[in-house]
């Protein structure tokens, strides 16, 4: 996989379901301007000889939502802290519309697994953190802040504290706060991992609602492979330690996307390949 091409796999049912799926591959032509992510070569080897990532190479385009699918421990979160800045590679090269990545970037927030907010302040007050951190004046983003809390249905909620607000309003509110600088690259480390799964369903949907309106690109980091498929333009499968890409699935599904689209046999058809292929991975 280079800059300029990438192999895309499909796995597209017929019209009598899943049984009759077939697979094709074509080449997408990429050029400089869509590609906002390039991973080349990378490799994260740890003081102690552990070995988290071997020779992971892709891209990403601009404005995809593209998922790192993989068994816990295959060295999903590792790859996307190093394309965060907050962890170095071994090898290889992680960069970002042509700049190497060497540390953090104003352009790339994260969202973790816990939404991580301070519990001795206010919603609005959370949101305001990332600001005060890059130096600029809170006071000149609260409209965008009181934007993205009513785009998520917070806006009720601006002056409550953490505890007041249930798991999953947490989480939205964690989103809120890592896209309140407008960065161009969202990355999402199992954001739901801790959600109940009607919670799950219901912020996935509030995500893609999100990311259309944001115009974002998104990694988003999971090993739920029916939430995999739900949310992305492609999906990154990833083997167990040492971390490493065996497919790259492009999931052909219309948007916008309801979670009626689960019940579909193309839907179903998706999962039981990606299913599949991680079980594959176990025996590499």
Request: with cysteine.
């Amino acid at each position: 996989m280079d800059a300029s091409s990438i192999w895309r796999r499909c796995a597209i049912a017929g019209d009598n379901g899943p049984d009759h799926s077939f697979r094709q591959r074509v080449t997408i032509k990429m050029t400089d301007s869509n590609i906002i992510v390039a991973v080349e070569s990378v490799q994260k080897v740890y003081d102690t000889g552990l070995k988290a990532v071997s020779d992971v190479t892709f891209n990403v385009r601009r404005g995809e939502f593209v998922s790192l699918l993989g068994p816990s421990g295959c060295g999903k979160s590792t790859l996307l802290m190093m394309i965060a800045g907050l962890l170095q590679a071994t090898s290889g090269s992680v960069s970002v519309d042509g700049q190497k990545i060497t540390g953090p970037r104003k352009d790339i927030s994260v969202v973790f697994q816990s939404s991580v907010l301070l519990p001795w302040r206010t919603i609005l007050e959370n949101l305001r953190l990332p600001i005060e951190l890059l130096g600029l004046d809170p006071g000149t983003f609260d409209d965008r802040a009181r934007y993205l809390l009513n785009m998520t249905k917070l806006s009720s909620f601006a002056d409550a504290l953490p505890s007041e607000l249930s798991g999953g309003m947490r989480q939205r509110v964690a989103i809120c706060r890592a896209l309140i600088h407008n960065p161009t690259i969202l990355l999402m480390d199992e954001p739901f991992s801790a959600l109940d799964a009607m919670t799950r369903d219901e912020i996935g949907l509030e995500l893609l609602r999100i990311w259309d309106r944001e115009k974002k690109t998104v990694l988003f980091v999971t090993h739920a492979i029916r939430e995999a498929v739900f949310l992305s333009d492609r999906v990154l499968v990833m083997a167990q330690r040492p971390g490493r890409i065996v497919e790259a699935i492009e999931i052909d599904m219309p948007r916008p996307r309801g979670l009626e689209i689960q019940e579909t046999d193309r839907f179903n058809a998706y999962v039981g390949e990606l299913r599949k292929l991680i079980d594959a991975s176990h025996m590499l």
